[in-house]
């Protein structure tokens, strides 16, 4: 069965399709990596997934038309990590894992002791034991991603979507967010949509890759069929080696001179 | 058994920070203290326990006989406490309603004024003062006047930002409030400067006061400030929420524009209201939120209630200050909310490392 059914999806933002006739299947447990340059579209079919872009096509969460979900029922359903998450720094992390449970809860309810629990396990999950009443300004780039986390599964949906999850980590917290996810994602039976730069990190974990250019699915599948030299050269402008690594494979770029065109003078150089 | 007793403990240490009964009893002797001291300031001293007493008779406490004669028990219930309710209800409104602004555009410097309702309510009262008779004028027709023009500025503010373009984010809403209060601004002036003789009256109504007229007035805004603070408390939690911008607050699965407009015609129409008999008195919508985040480093989840009490007790002192420091006349409240609240802010500001 699939969590996530994408058909014939676009997206227009000032007339101009940045999301182009996507076809997405993403099944109930699986890690779906999307991939493309910068523009390819990757972050706003995650916002259309989310409902905060209007789209044409159909988007089906866990069998149902994701248009007549409403808000909390949808926010039930689905998690997302921006890629730049608002993390006031006077809330403790407590307050910010609980509200992950604001999709459980009418606007005028308060938090109850199930909610709270779900908030606490959430916690430690993320490791994040004894740092409840810490404030967030004073938490670390990697220990903020883990309470961003923590909000998300605190919310107990089934489908999390995540924007660059590693994009402001060095490499040890990368490696750690994403085993991390891993291993929820094999507790919880999490599906994960995830938006990746780093093409290794995201062949490591993914089971699956969809290549996004322009707007419009490329390729999709395994990442070893996915990441060959010539799509991420035709693609990234990039000139790379994929080397095959413990099963998996690693995308390694290779020094080479960029062409110019002929008659370029460098900026530096060129008279006032 | 050790287990359960562990996740008790965590359970425990995952919570939201509400108001904590040690802050709101705190707030509540603040406005206390300033409730008692705008009650006995003033021309005539009355003394405490004597208006204890008047007081406990009022309530029909056995026993108790007013001590007080009737001048004095007019002057302690006819004109110094509908002045100190009135301070109270206008001071803990406009703070109230600043803090929930600040929350809802995510913009520190928000002010209960910011979608127009002051130049609205500005132009609704310079009309007044300038066009209607005499007899008219003074206590029917100026609040409601301002009161209207407050609500059309802010109805058009949400027009303007509605018909633009782009998503109603609230920035644009922002932008459109601007404007809206630049040309409501502009209109008043107009209408100030080709009445000429009634300048007097406008600008004293501009920077505000808490008129001395009995429980009228009380009566005229309670309503309206009530249900505003219940609406706004209501929803307390979900500010935070809503703090955490648009994108997050909807993926959290909140009906952002919807929960947005409940909001802002709670606080706005508390804001007309109060404004349309007390003038235009700035500051207390930023310095009272901001004095108490900077304290405390709290959320809106206690900073609103906070905020609403706190705000009352202010004003009610700024009052006294404003018609005893240079009695018999008194100082715009608006100048004095500024003199005081400045200076105070600016020490809260250095003398404070947990910021907002």
């Known amino acids: 069965m699939s969590a996530i059914e994408l058909s014939s999806v676009t997206v227009r933002l000032g007339g101009r399709p940045v999301v182009d006739a996507v076809d997405l299947d993403v099944g109930d447990g699986e890690w779906l990596a999307l991939i493309g340059p910068n523009g390819a579209g990757k972050t706003t079919l995650l916002r259309a997934v989310a409902g905060l872009v209007p789209y044409e096509g159909s988007i089906v969460l866990d069998g149902r038309p994701a248009r007549e979900l409403r808000r909390t029922e949808l926010a039930r359903l689905l998690a997302v990590v921006p890629q730049e998450p608002s993390t006031p720094p006077w809330m403790t992390v407590g307050e910010y894992v609980l509200m992950g449970r604001t999709p459980h809860l009418g606007p005028l309810a308060k938090e109850g002791r199930e909610d709270r629990e779900a908030a606490a396990h959430a916690v430690s999950r993320l490791d994040l034991d004894g740092y409840e009443e810490r404030r967030l300004g004073t938490l670390s780039g990697g220990e903020k991603q883990r309470a961003v986390v923590a909000r998300a599964l605190a919310q107990e949906a089934r489908v999390v979507l995540l924007d660059e999850p590693t994009s402001s980590l060095d490499i040890g917290h990368q490696q750690q967010a994403l085993e991390l996810l891993d291993s929820l994602r094999e507790e919880s039976g999490l599906t994960l949509v995830a938006a990746m730069h780093d093409l290794t990190l995201a062949a490591q974990y993914a089971d699956r890759m969809t290549l996004l250019d322009g707007g419009r699915v490329v390729v999709e599948g395994a990442p070893r069929d996915v990441l060959t030299e010539a799509l991420v050269e035709v693609h990234y402008g990039a000139e790379v080696d994929v080397v095959p690594v413990g099963g998996r494979v690693a995308v390694v770029p290779r020094r080479s001179p960029i062409p110019r065109p002929s008659g370029y003078t460098p900026p530096r150089e060129r008279p006032e | ?356």
């Not at chain 2, 203290?33 to 004597?50: D, I, K, N, S």
């Not at chain 2, 309530?59 to 001590?67: F, I, K, Y």
């Not at chain 2, 100190?84 to 995510?106: D, E, K, P, S």
């Open chain 2, 1 to 356: 058994m050790e287990a359960t007793a562990a996740q008790e403990q965590q359970r425990a240490a995952v919570r939201a920070r509400g108001l904590t009964p040690l802050w709101a009893c705190a707030a509540v002797a603040f406005l206390l203290v300033a409730v008692v001291t705008g009650v006995l300031v003033g021309p005539v001293e009355l003394g405490f326990m004597r208006v204890v007493e008047s007081f406990a008779a009022k309530l029909h406490v056995p026993g108790a006989v007013s001590p007080l004669n009737e001048t004095e028990e007019a002057i302690l219930w006819e004109i110094r406490a509908p002045r100190v309710v009135l301070g109270a209800i206008v001071g803990g409104m406009l703070a109230l309603a600043g803090a929930t602004y600040q929350g809802v555009f995510r913009n520190p410097l928000a002010d209960p004024y910011l979608l127009g309702v002051a130049a609205g309510a500005g132009l609704g009262a310079t009309i007044a003062i300038a066009y209607l008779p005499e007899g008219l004028r003074g206590q029917r027709a100026l609040p409601v006047a301002a009161f209207v023009g407050g609500v059309v500025a802010v109805s058009l503010t949400y027009a303007v930002g509605r018909s633009a373009r782009r998503e109603r984010d609230a920035a644009t809403l922002v932008l459109a409030g601007v404007t809206v209060a630049a040309f409501f601004t502009a209109w008043q002036t107009f209408v100030q400067q080709r009445n000429t003789d009634t300048l007097q009256q406008v600008y004293s109504w501009i920077l505000g006061n808490i008129p001395s007229t009995g429980w009228s007035d009380v009566r005229l805004v309670l309503p309206y400030a009530a249900v505003a603070a219940v609406v706004i408390l209501a929803l307390r939690r979900v500010v935070d929420v809503l703090n955490l911008g648009d994108d997050e607050a909807a993926s959290l699965g909140l009906h952002v524009q919807r929960i947005r407009l409940a909001l802002v015609i709670a606080a706005t129409l508390g804001t007309a209201a109060v404004v349309a008999v007390s003038g235009l008195i700035g500051f207390v919508g930023i310095i009272v939120p901001h004095a108490l985040r900077l304290l405390f480093g709290i959320g809106y989840r206690a900073l609103l209630p906070l905020s609403l009490i706190c705000g009352a007790g202010f004003l009610v002192l700024a009052d006294v200050v404003a018609r005893t420091a240079f009695a018999p006349a008194e100082i715009p409240l608006g100048v004095v909310t500024a003199l005081v609240g400045a200076p105070f802010f600016a020490l809260v500001l250095r003398s404070t490392r947990v910021g907002p």
